[in-house]
């Protein structure tokens, strides 16, 4: 079997690391909001060339609480996507807002920068565009967009760790950037996690607070908050993988420009990386109008695939309501075409040949 992400394979590599790091966490008696956080902190924000950095519980509650940092609220409208995971729209919907839905790139995937302005109302507060797949969306003129009509912007990068645009990380564009941590991630926890990240002072300090109850200290509350901290434990475990997480990014783009060569004269849609952007594919997406019976084909012989996304949320039942009305074409063509192949640093050139193979042996 070769499967779609293998876990196992990365332990295997720093496991010796990862149990010092534990030791050191559990032999220090602090468990949360403590040193290790506030290390991981000061080292992803370096990373991705930001001033601050807020750890806290999910990738969802890094888009929930810097919504909420930025005042956005019931009567509100955030335009973004509907080929997405649920949180990016969660984070809208459980805020009080309403998603508004824009179309995505046929290549990229991401939001289709030329029909943002058309749903742009007096309601609008914000932009927030996705980084799928781990490749960037075209951050320029969504930021020109945002200055026009004078709109705050969210990355979501929960997918997309130390993927560039036009030479700058992704998260470190708009005016807040959210990651998850989730274990399958190119940088994972092993339980959840996430980080909000900015340059703003101020936003920094209010999502800090609303990750803790509101606190400005301790049993001191200002305002409403959640129970939504990054642990020391997760914290200790991500400052180990961060110090590899370029080299494994650079084995996933190994990865994929192999799956491009093999792949390249078969009757699928390869991935697109255009000029302005560093992809890290965090999947590798691939498209097909039999998509359905080539991932049984594959399956049959012993290749694990995923779909990432099946139905698209303005599509969902929990959120018809919200997105009867959205026209979303290409969002809708696609979804019943794409396929995640294997993807993870640790994949080998003969498993990637044989999933290549088997791709095109499945399409005969």
Partial sequence: MIHFIDLKREYAEISVELTQAIQRVVKSGWFVLGEEVERFEDEFSKYIDTKYAIGVNSGSDALLLSLQALGIGKGDEVITVSHTFISTVDAIVRNGAKPVFVDIDPDTYCIDVNRIEDRITKRTKAILPVHLYGHPADMQPIMEIARKYKLSVIEDACQAHG????????????????????????????????????????????????????????????FTGVNSRLDELQAAVLRVKLKHLDEWNRKRIRAAKIYDRLLKSADVVIPVEEKYA?????????RHRKRDRLQQRLLANGIQTQIH????????????????AAKLPITEEICNQILSLPMHPFLREDEI????DGTKNALG
């Fill in 163 to 222: 993927a560039e645009y036009r030479g700058k990380r992704v998260g470190s564009i708009g005016d807040i950037g959210c990651f998850s941590f989730y274990p399958v991630k190119n940088l994972g926890a092993y339980g959840d996690g996430g980080i909000a990240v900015t340059d703003n002072k101020e936003l920094a300090a209010r999502i800090g607070m609303l990750r803790n109850y509101g606190q400005s200290k301790k049993y001191y509350h200002d």
């Fill in 278 to 286: 560093k992809h890290v594919y965090h999947l590798y997406v691939i």
């Fill in 309 to 324: 996304y099946p139905i698209p949320i303005h599509k969902q039942k929990a959120y018809l309501e919200l997105g009867h």
């Fill in 353 to 356: 040949q044989a999933v290549a």
